[in-house]
């Protein structure tokens, strides 16, 4: 199917600590991954994505990694902040077929930044 | 103003009545999604318009029906809304063509009672 998880609900780390969230993902065809951070009331805002003609690419603060020989993706925040505290997505995509433009979405991760 | 507004914010409704979600953008894209969030499933899809002549099913559609009235308007109805569609519901864009990023809105708070 075209399920996309991921591996920890939550995640709990101190101020200027390093951060990991993974995701796994099922659909050998996906070729499009994005991540999406939540803040509380608020909706998805990209953070940074990947095609799967890569395997690494970074932004500001953020690092996004695709394994897709084991159809693995995280997203990487370096030094992270309170302001990083939210709940954050992967999601992933297909260029051609009836899934061509949609998102599937995981289910989520939990930050939780602890000053 | 947002690029991409949902109204109303928060919304309670009694079991039974027909409601309506709306969302408008001004991003100038084609492309247009309804999705459902509940605690623990991430974001689901409901129904996605890639144009204004363009509908088409998500993976839960049953209980909910949409209208794309121009490029820029595309709303989410209930025509009888049940307690287990208590919900967050965003709308969102994409330009499509190659890109797939989308741009959420704020969401709409419904609770069915």
């Known amino acids: 199917g075209e399920s996309v998880g991921l591996h920890l609900p939550t995640l709990s780390v101190q101020e200027g600590d390093n951060s990991i969230i993974n995701c796994a993902y099922s659909?050998?065809?996906?070729?499009?991954f994005i991540w999406y951070k939540q803040e509380s009331g608020k909706g998805p805002q990209f953070i940074i994505d990947?095609?799967?003609?890569?395997d690494k690419r970074q932004g500001q603060r953020v690092t996004v990694l695709l394994n897709k020989t084991v159809k693995h993706l995280s997203l990487q925040i370096a030094a992270t902040q309170p302001g990083d505290s939210a709940v954050y997505f992967c999601?992933?995509?297909?260029?051609?077929?009836?899934?061509?433009?949609?998102?599937?979405f995981g289910q989520g991760t939990i930050l939780t930044v602890h000053p | 103003d947002a690029d991409v507004t949902q109204t109303p914010r928060n919304r309670i409704t009694k079991t039974g009545k027909r409601i309506m979600l709306e969302c408008s953008q001004t991003?100038?894209?084609?492309?247009m999604y309804w999705y459902r969030q509940d605690p623990g499933l991430g974001l689901r899809l409901i129904y996605y318009?890639?144009?204004?002549?363009?509908?088409n099913k998500g993976e839960i559609s049953d209980g909910y029906s949409v209208s794309r009235q121009a490029q820029a308007k595309f709303s989410l109805s209930l025509e009888s809304a049940i307690p287990n569609q208590t919900a967050l519901y965003f709308c969102?864009?994409?330009?499509?063509?190659?890109?797939?990023?989308?741009?959420f809105g704020s969401g709409t708070r419904l609770t069915v009672v």
């Open positions: 318009s890639f144009d204004v002549k363009d509908i």
């Open positions: 999601a992933e995509s297909t260029a051609g077929g009836t899934s061509y433009g949609k998102l599937t």
């Open positions: 659909n050998s065809a996906s070729d499009y």
């Open positions: 969102a864009t994409s330009e499509g063509q190659g890109s797939y990023g989308y741009t």
């Open positions: 991003k100038g894209h084609d492309r």
């Open positions: 990947i095609r799967s003609n890569m």
